[in-house]
């Protein structure tokens, strides 16, 4: 049986991601920055649809999650850096963006994402305490976290690693070094 109220919503969605994205390159965006503030656009719209038909609570957007790609959660309060991550890992990946630690740990206890890439320096909470208090919980404490920072100091990586991060990564990272990383924790083909 098809699903024609989801093929036509899942169509209207379609129709105003290419309008925002229009009117975005309009206002002379260049084109990678213009998808991704219409991706953002018809999110947030999304979000706001769900909320009103009683869906994710006002607080914490629980965007759907494409179940067939492996999901990673990053947690990112610095948009430029969100980007990179986008450009680099969308192809083969489901991603899911939080700007604090504290909306990172009730969004990995709402996922149980395959893959956690937190940076330490976040509002609200630092990813070393939301990696504490995440690794401290038996029903999150297998997810994978890796504290990606710009924190170089000697001494940095082993902090991260007592909180119980899974892995650290300093910035800045090339995309390569940042696929293989990921590689690392969730195989091609998983």
Do not use: W
């Amino acid at each position: 049986m098809s699903d024609v109220g989801g093929a036509t919503s899942s169509l209207a969605a379609c129709r105003e991601l290419v309008a925002r994205l229009a009117a975005a390159l309009e206002q002379g965006l260049p084109e990678a920055a213009a998808l991704d503030q219409a991706l953002a656009d018809v999110h947030a719209l999304g979000a706001e649809l769900a909320r009103a038909r009683g869906g994710a609570s006002a607080g914490v957007t629980a965007p759907e999650v494409e179940a067939a790609r492996p999901v990673i959660l990053i947690v990112e309060d610095q948009e430029d850096n969100r980007v990179i991550y986008r450009r680099t890992l969308r192809k083969h990946y489901e991603l899911v963006e939080v700007e604090d630690g504290e909306s990172a740990v009730e969004q990995v206890r709402a996922l149980l994402p395959r893959l956690v890439l937190m940076d330490i320096s976040l509002p609200l909470m630092d990813g070393l305490e939301a990696t504490r208090l995440l690794k401290g919980d038996a029903a999150t404490a297998k997810v994978p976290i890796v504290l990606v920072t710009a924190h170089a100091m000697k001494g940095n990586r082993e902090e991260a690693l007592a909180s119980g991060a899974d892995d650290y990564l300093t910035k800045p990272f090339s995309p390569s070094g940042l696929r293989e990383l990921v590689q690392r924790f969730i195989p091609a083909g998983d």
